[in-house]
């Protein structure tokens, strides 16, 4: 089983839309994954728009890809260093720990990550 930022099992991140490289709901990682798919995010308008200026609309729906596009307050699995990019942004969505691959560890601290944790 695959662990997270806090050393327990990897939780599922969201199943509505359907996220993760593997599209499996958890932000699972190998070396076929490029991009490091690891951080489980609550995605902002703020967030949606600055990716968006930099070459990635993940608001715009996709129906090839069976991406519904995605809104305010939706769970979706970011690459690390698009997360980290907007953290120095001041654009950094808050992520939820529980969630979040131990991989993304090798990118920035756990304290880093806890900063942006999302807490019900």
């Known amino acids: ?16 839309p ?30 949606l728009l600055y990716s968006a200026s930099k070459g990635n609309d ?3 729906p996709m129906p090839y890809w069976n991406f519904p596009g995605l809104k305010p307050g939706d769970k979706w699995c970011l ?4 997360w980290l990019e ?8 808050f992520i939820v720990l529980e969630a979040t691959h131990e991989k993304s ?3 920035t601290s756990l304290e880093k990550l806890q900063e942006y944790a999302f807490t019900e």
Not at 5 to 10: N, R, S
């Open 58 to 60: 993940l608001m715009t």
């Open 1 to 16: 089983m695959d662990k997270n930022v806090l050393g327990t099992d990897l939780q599922c991140c969201c199943t509505s």
């Open 18 to 47: 359907m996220t993760g490289f593997y599209r499996d709901g958890f932000c699972r990682t190998d070396e076929m994954d490029t991009g490091t798919h690891t951080v489980c995010a609550i995605v902002t308008k703020e967030f």
């Open 86 to 93: 907007a953290e120095r942004a001041g654009k950094a969505p």
């Open 105 to 107: 560890l090798q990118y």
């Open 79 to 82: 690459c690390i260093s698009r």
